[in-house]
């Protein structure tokens, strides 16, 4: 008695040049998306940094209306959140938490009086540098 299994029919797969095609293909497209993607995660960061400075120039005017003047460059953003010793009219926190830094992780530029108004309040940009382009340009509050 022999017995005798059905034969399968040939396993069938993807060719090397047909994976090599589909592989270039998914590159083009990765090429052609991720620019445009990261583009718009600067742009996101940009917009972040001008709504930061944005609530910082509410709270420091907060904090002008309670105290009479805007803080001093040497006492900087951090009166803003820590009351100063010497200011009994200090009515803070004006901020919820810390003070932030901008998107890029620096800390924002205060300087009270400003060259531009009463104070500058400033991000570098993504450069960490004064002036540049693009996402490394300067974002101010004047």
């Given at each position: 008695?022999?017995?005798?299994?059905?034969?399968?029919?040939?396993?069938?797969?993807?060719?090397?040049?047909?994976?090599?095609?589909?592989?270039?293909?998914?590159?083009?497209?990765?090429?052609?998306?991720?620019?445009?993607?990261?583009?718009?995660?600067?742009?996101?960061?940009?917009?972040?940094?001008?709504?930061?400075?944005?609530?910082?120039?509410?709270?420091?005017?907060?904090?002008?209306?309670?105290?009479?003047?805007?803080?001093?460059?040497?006492?900087?953003?951090?009166?803003?959140?820590?009351?100063?010793?010497?200011?009994?009219?200090?009515?803070?926190?004006?901020?919820?938490?810390?003070?932030?830094?901008?998107?890029?992780?620096?800390?924002?530029?205060?300087?009270?009086?400003?060259?531009?108004?009463?104070?500058?309040?400033?991000s570098l940009g993504k450069d960490g540098r004064p002036g540049g382009e693009g996402e490394d340009a300067d974002l101010t509050s004047w």
């Amino acid at each position: 008695m022999s017995f005798h299994f059905p034969r399968r029919p040939a396993a069938r797969g993807f060719t090397l040049l047909e994976l090599l095609v589909v592989m270039v293909i998914i590159g083009l497209l990765a090429g052609y998306v991720g620019p445009k993607f990261f583009g718009q995660i600067g742009k996101s960061e940009v917009k972040a940094a001008k709504a930061q400075i944005d609530a910082l120039q509410k709270s420091l005017d907060q904090y002008r209306l309670d105290v009479g003047r805007y803080p001093s460059t040497e006492q900087g953003l951090a009166v803003l959140v820590t009351k100063p010793a010497d200011e009994p009219k200090w009515q803070g926190p004006y901020l919820s938490k810390a003070v932030p830094k901008d998107p890029w992780g620096n800390d924002y530029q205060y300087r009270a009086p400003g060259e531009h108004g009463e104070y500058d309040l400033l991000s570098l940009g993504k450069d960490g540098r004064p002036g540049g382009e693009g996402e490394d340009a300067d974002l101010t509050s004047w």
